[in-house]
Every structure is written in structure tokens, then in C-alpha cells.
């Protein structure tokens, strides 16, 4: 099994733009239709260069840049069919479903994909397997959490996030690490 190397870092800014487009418009204009749209535009591009072939995905920013992708149309949908309701309601729980995006992604990696829900080629089923359940168990908390967490929208969002990039850099790191331990060459002997 080749040695897993990390991407190189314009292939996570692409993968972070969307994230970072929607941020920076919201706080220069504190205008959150402007900034959904542009996040969504920005998504749609990611997806695009994911669909492509020229950008494998890792699995936590995929399911962010599919929530960029169709949030902000969501909400403006129910709006425009006059559900003006529902519309508020979704408005009003949209960042915490950004982590319900997440999980479901994970959920349908770790079903169709060879690599899981961490989406990093591995040679035991059983790895995939036990990385697949860590990542929905720590993915599952993270929305209880954010759905429940109200009371500042700072930690509501941050330690989630933080806690599954943490969980997922933990495991890659594992799998590196088995994947090089299995192809070291023992020192009293020379290579082949």
C-alpha cells in the first residue's frame, strides 16, 4: 500500500473557499443573503473540480461544501413558495445542520465508498470498519451538540468542528503510521 501523503495545500484552499468566501462577504457587509449566495457559488465551483476527478475530496470538507451548496437556495425556495414559517424555522437552525450535512455524507461514504467516511484507501476492512463508526459516533455528537448548544453560537460551532477535524487528523494519522510501519525496511538487512 503506497504511503499516504497530505494534500497539497491550494487543493484544501479550494476546499476551505467556500467557507471562507461566505465569511469574509458576511463580516465586510453583514449581509447573510449576499454571503449564502456567495459561499454557494464558491461550493458549486469545489463541487464541480470534485466531480472533475482533479480534487479528491476530504470527507468533512465535502459535506461542508455540499451544505454551502444547498443551503442558501433551501432557505430562499421556501421563502419564495411563501412558507415564510418554515422558511424562519430553517433560517434559525441553519448553522447547526450544517453538522447534519456532515453526518449524512459520512453516513453515505462509509456505505458506498471503498475508503469510508474517512475516504483514505486502506488495506483492512476492519480498519474502515472501526474509522467508520468513530467518525459517525464523533459526527452524531457533534449535532446533538450543535442542535441542542444554543447559547452561544461561537461554541455551538467551533468545538464540534474542531473535535471532528481532530478525530479525522487522528485516524489519517494511524493509517499513515500502519501504512509506513508495514513497508520499513529492517536495519540489518539491505533493501531489495
Given at each position: ?16 473557499a467556500p467557507s471562507l468566501a461566505f465569511l ?169
Amino acid at each position: 500500500m503506497p504511503q499516504i501523503r497530505h494534500k497539497p495545500i491550494r487543493h484544501t484552499a479550494i476546499e476551505y473557499a467556500p467557507s471562507l468566501a461566505f465569511l469574509l462577504v458576511y463580516l465586510l457587509t453583514e449581509n447573510m443573503r449576499l454571503a449564502g449566495w456567495t459561499g454557494t457559488g464558491f461550493a458549486l465551483m469545489t463541487c464541480i473540480t470534485y466531480a472533475r476527478g482533479s480534487l479528491s475530496p476530504h470527507s468533512i470538507f465535502l459535506g461542508i461544501n455540499i451544505y454551502m451548496l444547498c443551503i442558501t437556495p433551501l432557505i430562499e425556495a421556501v421563502y419564495a413558495l411563501d412558507m415564510n414559517a418554515a422558511g424562519a424555522t430553517l433560517n434559525a437552525h441553519a448553522q447547526p445542520l450544517l453538522f447534519v450535512s456532515i453526518l449524512v455524507t459520512g453516513c453515505i461514504l462509509a456505505t458506498v465508498s471503498k475508503s469510508g467516511f474517512l475516504n483514505i484507501p486502506q488495506s483492512s476492512g476492519g480498519s474502515i470498519k472501526r474509522d467508520n463508526r468513530i467518525l459517525i459516533g464523533v459526527s452524531t455528537a457533534a449535532t446533538v451538540w450543535a442542535l441542542s448548544f444554543d447559547s452561544s453560537r461561537l461554541l455551538q460551532m467551533s468545538l464540534p468542528l474542531i473535535l471532528l477535524f481532530a478525530t479525522h487528523r487522528a485516524l489519517a494519522a494511524r493509517v499513515t503510521h500502519r501504512s509506513t510501519e508495514r513497508h520499513r525496511v529492517p536495519q540489518d538487512r539491505p533493501p531489495e
